[in-house]
């Protein structure tokens, strides 16, 4: 996978933010591009940017991934007419955060079927055909920071995202005998329209200190284009575990040396977090 040029790869959440950064850049790297995102206008848009600069997009086609029947469909057509894929890239996500008594099922179930289900869809339909062509190829699963350590309100988030990191790790060695690799993507902080559109349940929209955690969030943020750049770089080396921060290689190498710190900063976190909620009794964002 040092040379992608002419590769056949596979892009969801390819309508904005790290999806169509990363679809960029592939196209940029040579790749011949399959593209989805449930959003149709961001996508279509996405697919005149790659060929404006001269990329080739093979398809793109609308469609939410938690829906395998859909997906299934999709990926029958794709290889009946395309063939097996060299590169698979689960990029599509969602996110919604807040404490466990103001989450509702509903918050748990988009999260796991969007976040976890989606990448399971499109692993069982574009992987085995992958393997069974026998040219090798690449799967990237991109997770986050709230799949590697433990973040304030990030429950339900976290829930899909330690699932993805724990398919990738399995899946890292499973595939290795099939030449073919995995990256797991961590971001952290990234600059997307997720930063403006992320749920905080529970929490008044309109707290000035909610503002000023999203403005300092966004301050200190990737851009979709660096992580995008991390990612293609992370293919090309064969590497497993991709960051795209310093801060969260930071996190996590504490997290896993300095256990009782660690715990100590979460639970500070925590509490520092917990001052955004209203008083008790009430119950904003039901």
Known sequence: MKDLT???????????????????????????????????????????????????????????????????????????????L??????????????????????????????????????????????????????????????????PWHAAYSAAKFGLCGISEVLRFDLERHGIGVSLVVPGAVRTPLVDTAQIVGVDPDDPRLRRLRADFAGRAATPEQVADRIIAGVRRNRYLVHTSTDIRIAYWFARKFAWPYEQVVRYASRQFSKLLPAQGSSVGR
Do not use: Q
């Open 6 to 84: 002419g590769r056949k790869c596979l892009i969801t959440g390819a309508a904005s933010g790290i999806g169509r950064a990363t679809a960029l850049a592939a196209a940029r790297a040579g790749t011949r591009l399959v593209l989805t995102d449930i959003a149709a206008v961001g996508l279509a848009e996405t697919v005149e940017l790659v060929r404006a600069g001269g990329g080739e997009v093979l398809d793109a086609t609308p469609l939410d991934v938690s829906d395998y029947d859909a997906v299934t469909a999709w990926a029958k057509r794709v290889h009946d007419e395309h063939g097996s």
């Open 86 to 151: 060299d590169v698979v890239m689960n990029i599509a996500g969602i996110s919604a955060w807040g404490t466990v008594e103001n989450l509702e099922h509903r918050h748990w179930r988009s999260m796991v079927e969007v976040n976890l289900m989606g990448p399971i869809h499109i692993i069982e339909n574009f992987l085995p055909p992958m393997v069974r062509a026998g040219r090798g190829g690449h799967l990237v699963n991109v997770s986050s920071a709230a799949g590697l350590i433990a973040l």
